[in-house]
């Protein structure tokens, strides 16, 4: 079993930046893949970034260039640091871990408003 848990959302003003940060516990040995994934209000939760242990990562193309997903395995956590933020990133950013199951964080808001 896998727990993620978030941390690292808020209120910003356009333009400035966050750095999200999911920490994993449990058994993380065999996830392959790690990810950040959003769900604005009245959408369906998007794919922002993925990682895997091979430190190969993917981006939606609504972030490029201005995301960057990174891992540090000594401390079990994935990080998505977030520049130039705009009003269309407000949304619950949820992190997610795959292995032979799925697991999901329990999601972190992300507002950004003037």
């Known amino acids: 079993q896998v727990q993620l848990v978030e941390s690292g959302g808020g209120l910003v003003q356009p333009g400035e930046s966050l750095r999200l940060s999911c920490a994993a516990s449990?058994?993380?040995?065999?996830?392959?893949?790690m990810g950040w994934y959003r769900q604005a209000p009245g959408k369906q939760r998007e794919l922002v970034a993925t990682?895997?242990?091979?430190?190969?990562?993917n981006y939606a193309d609504s972030v490029k260039g201005r995301f960057a997903i990174s891992r540090d395995s000594a401390k079990n956590t994935v990080y998505l640091q977030m520049n130039s933020l705009k009003p269309e990133d407000t949304a619950v950013y949820y992190c997610?871990?795959?292995?032979?199951?799925?697991?999901w964080g329990q999601g972190t808001q992300v507002t950004v408003s003037t």
């Open positions: 997610k871990g795959v292995d032979v199951l799925i697991y």
């Open positions: 449990g058994s993380i040995f065999s996830i392959s893949v």
């Open positions: 990682i895997t242990t091979g430190g190969i990562t």
